[in-house]
């Protein structure tokens, strides 16, 4: 079953509104989750790290204000995409390391469409 | 984390066994070798890792050289819903650390 689940899969907004995406580790605790976005055709980008607790890290070119991301338990980071644009039309999709695996799980991603 | 270099794609009989070489000079010793696959518009699945020795899980087989620099993942008898993009990823271990994902190759299992 899923270890890393991630809502909505898919959502379609306006230009200039913002958008939530939740992702929720299931059956442990994430002090740290990762949030990667894909265009179509291209690999996996890491945007940022989440951390618990504190600020979330950002790659480099990544705008803090525009993709914010709260980790305010330790199951739960969210990625909201502030006035948001046709161009940040893509896939996101968030990951979690569950403890004592050493395996980094991804959720099912979601799916933004920007009018 | 140290770069990989896959080739871009390959064909794969149904029911053959797949052979998907990856390349990581640059690893480091603390760096794992991770194989994930994504199949259209779903989130990377993750298949086996290891670290030095060769791994065998009920997905696929992982095959390190010797020095480590380079590996093979082998799923045994390929079927259609095998076809996906696989990415061989090099990384530390640990609930902090991140992957980064390279190209992939884009395997395709045909009939």
């Known amino acids: 079953g899923a270890v890393v689940s991630q809502h909505p899969s898919w959502v379609i907004c306006k230009s200039g509104t913002s958008v939530k995406i939740e992702c929720r580790s299931l059956?442990?605790?994430?002090?740290?989750m990762f949030w990667y976005r894909q265009f179509p055709k291209q690999s996996l980008m890491l945007m940022a790290t989440s951390n618990e607790g504190s600020k979330a890290t950002y790659e480099q070119g990544v705008e803090k204000d525009k993709f914010l991301i709260n980790h305010a338990s330790l199951t739960l980071s969210t990625l909201t995409v502030t006035s948001a644009h046709p161009e940040d039309s893509s896939f996101y999709i968030c990951?979690?390391?569950?403890?004592?695996?050493?395996?980094?799980?991804f959720g099912s991603g979601t799916q933004l469409s920007v009018l | 984390d140290a770069k990989t270099t896959q080739p871009t794609s390959m064909d794969c009989a149904e029911g053959r066994a797949a052979n998907l070489p990856c390349n990581h000079s640059t690893i480091s010793g603390n760096e794992y070798v991770y194989w994930y696959r994504q199949i259209h518009s779903q989130g990377p699945q993750y298949i086996i890792h290891g670290l030095k020795n060769n791994e065998t899980n009920e997905m696929a087989s992982l095959i390190i050289t010797e020095d480590r620099k380079s590996s093979t993942l082998i799923l045994p008898h390929a079927t259609l819903r095998d076809t996906a993009v696989y990415y061989c990823i090099a990384g530390e271990t640990g609930t902090a650390s991140k992957l980064t994902f390279g190209t992939g190759t884009r395997l395709q299992v045909t009939l």
């Open positions: 990951s979690a390391t569950r403890p004592e695996t050493e395996k980094l799980f």
């Open positions: 059956d442990f605790q994430a002090t740290t």
